[in-house]
Structures are given as C-alpha cells and as structure tokens.
C-alpha cells in the first residue's frame, strides 16, 4: 500500500492466497472484501493510484486502473479489469474475465455496458 491511500473500518485484506497491491491516493472502504477463493500462481490483487472502492464491494484477483471507481456493494470477479475512468454503478456484479472499458459505466447484475461516461 503506497503513500496516501488508506483502508477503513472493517475491510478484510485476505492476502493469504493472491498479493494485494494497492497505489496511491486509493480508498477502500468500510467493510469491503479484498481476496481470492483459491490459490493460483501469477493472480493478483492490483489497485492502481486514486481508485475508489465503496464500502461493501468484494474484489476477487481482478485489476482496478489508476482512477477506476467501484460503487458501494458493487463485486469485481476474479481476472476481470476495470479501465481508467470507468466506473461500476453500485450493487452491481462484473462477471469473471470481464474488461470494463475507460469512459463506460457498467450496471446491474450480471454487470453489463450501461451508458458513456459525460461530463
């Protein structure tokens, strides 16, 4: 975890099974979950700088980009990648292996394209 960023009340860090990294300026919010139900060899945990995690969201060796947003309660499935400023709404579910491409928001659940990104 680099200079800046900071973990709040109640988050799990389960680093037992995959590396987490986390840059800087990144929030991870109250109650989230960082980890992975199995140990494979290579899968990471990687948090880029100025994230945002909103409390209550798990993370499952995924890749979150320098200025990616994970909305409150949202869930992030093993070897997807959320881009630089993409967002996932809250509450929703990105499946495994799924990219959520910068300038995009995904919603719902399965997590799916909802709209562009707008001023």
């Given amino acids: 975890m680099k200079e800046g960023s ?10 037992d099974k995959v590396p987490i990294r ?3 300026n990144s929030l991870i919010q109250d109650n989230s979950h960082l980890g992975s139900s199995n140990r494979v060899a290579g899968e990471l945990i990687n948090i ?10 798990r ?10 947003y994970v909305g409150m309660g949202a869930s992030v499935g093993k070897g997807s990648i959320v881009e630089s400023f993409a967002v996932v709404a809250a509450g929703a579910n990105v499946p495994a292996g799924t990219t959520v491409p910068s300038g995009q928001i995904y919603a719902g659940s399965p997590a799916v394209y909802l709209r562009d990104l707008t001023q």
């Fill in 22 to 24: 986390i840059g800087r």
């Fill in 6 to 15: 900071s973990v709040w009340h109640g988050v799990t860090l389960r680093g």
């Fill in 59 to 68: 993370l499952e060796a995924c890749e979150l980009e320098s200025f990616a």
């Fill in 48 to 57: 880029g700088d100025n994230v945002y995690v909103g409390a209550n969201a």
